[in-house]
């Protein structure tokens, strides 16, 4: 059974920083793009930041120059630094893994999903 599993979400308050952790089991996703999706209550879900196997990365414009994204293909895992947090930032937050090596994903692109991690960024 193939998984993606997040971690490292919570509550923080504006201009703190949070890690999220994503680790993938049942196959190998080296040759996946990789990143995190999210989805604040109302909105639909939007892509934040990819990577591919190349190390290649993609930041929608909202967190470039705040977010960064990591990989860890020996771990099968994703990682993404979100410092001076806002509170528009807060949602859920989703790790995706697309059969892809193209970084500006669709969702429906996405073949594998976490179960989503929520960030609050409190004012």
């Known amino acids: 059974q193939v998984q993606l599993v997040e971690s490292g979400g919570g509550l923080v308050q504006a201009g703190g920083s949070l890690r999220l952790s994503c680790v993938g089991s049942?196959?190998?996703?080296?040759?996946?793009?990789m990143g995190w999706f999210r989805q604040a209550p109302g909105k639909e879900r939007e892509i934040v930041a990819t990577?591919?196997?190349?190390?290649?990365?993609y930041y929608t414009d909202s967190v470039k120059g705040r977010f960064t994204i990591s990989r860890d293909n020996a771990k099968n895992a994703v990682n993404l630094q979100m410092n001076s947090l806002k509170p528009e930032d807060t949602a859920v937050y989703y790790c995706?893994?697309?059969?892809?090596?193209?970084?500006?994903?669709?969702?429906?692109?996405?073949?594998?999903w976490g179960k989503g991690t929520l960030v609050t960024v409190s004012s």
């Open positions: 049942g196959r190998t996703f080296s040759m996946y793009a």
């Open positions: 995706a893994a697309a059969p892809t090596s193209t970084l500006n994903i669709r969702s429906s692109g996405v073949q594998y």
């Open positions: 990577i591919n196997w190349s190390g290649s990365t």
